[in-house]
């Protein structure tokens, strides 16, 4: 079946713009994560949905990033004023649920703030 | 909040040898350990994983162990090829519905 999608692939924005990026999970699966992955380190964890709501958004670097799950499927993850220090891929993930709990990566949206 | 070392951060092995890449983990709650496999311009992969009341897990060419009293584990790759080359990430968990702390990464290149 399909994997999870990311939109755009690509995005180039200059300081201080604002910019959506979306996810789409497997469907089916409950939980959805972000994370952030800068050049040449792992990903760091941003947030995490079970269905709605953000269960754990510890990760999460400041209250410029907000990310929502109106309906429990597609994520939003917003980046208001963007910096360029902001510059990285951001991924998504998705699982089934606890057990197993695999998270399963999308192809990530290479963000790019000049 | 739990941290995760990986060695050696790049590895470069014949056609047909062995590879082997090591982390270690700081929160002796970890009880999922998965291995992340990521191309250049993709997402990680899950290639293998374990859970803390195993000790050792292999599928075919791969194979991972784990030893929780010394807070270490390792990924095993034999018969290396170069599609094998890539990114290979170590990572932990609480496991369930918690998020995966990765290790910094290795950069395996198979040699033909």
């Known amino acids: 079946g399909a994997g999870v999608s990311q939109t755009p692939s690509n995005k180039v924005t200059e300081k201080g713009k604002y910019v959506e990026l979306r996810c789409d999970p497997i469907s089916g699966h409950t939980a959805l994560y972000w994370y952030r992955q800068s050049l040449g380190q792992g990903p760091e964890f941003l947030i995490y949905f079970q269905g709605t709501g953000a269960a754990d958004d510890s990760g999460l670097p400041n209250d410029r990033f907000f990310a929502v799950r109106p309906e429990g499927s597609v994520s939003t993850l917003k980046i208001q004023r963007t910096e360029r220090g902001d510059s990285a891929v951001y991924l998504c993930a998705s699982s089934l649920g606890a057990s197993p709990e695999t998270q399963y990566f999308g192809p990530g949206t290479r963000l790019l703030v000049l | 909040g739990e941290n995760v070392e990986q060695h050696p951060s790049t590895l470069s092995v014949q056609e047909g040898d062995s590879a082997v890449i090591k982390c270690t983990y700081s929160d002796s709650a970890s009880n999922y350990f998965p291995w992340y496999k990521q191309e250049l311009g993709k997402g990680p992969q899950l290639i293998i994983d374990i859970r803390s009341n195993v000790g050792e897990k292999k599928d075919q060419r791969i194979a991972v162990t784990l030893n929780k009293t010394a807070k270490h584990f390792s990924l095993h790759i034999t018969e290396t090829q170069p599609e094998d080359s890539a990114v290979y990430f170590c990572?932990?968990?609480?496991?369930?519905?918690?998020?995966?702390?990765f290790g910094t990464g290795t950069k395996l290149q198979v040699i033909p």
């Open positions: 990572a932990v968990s609480l496991g369930g519905y918690q998020k995966v702390t």
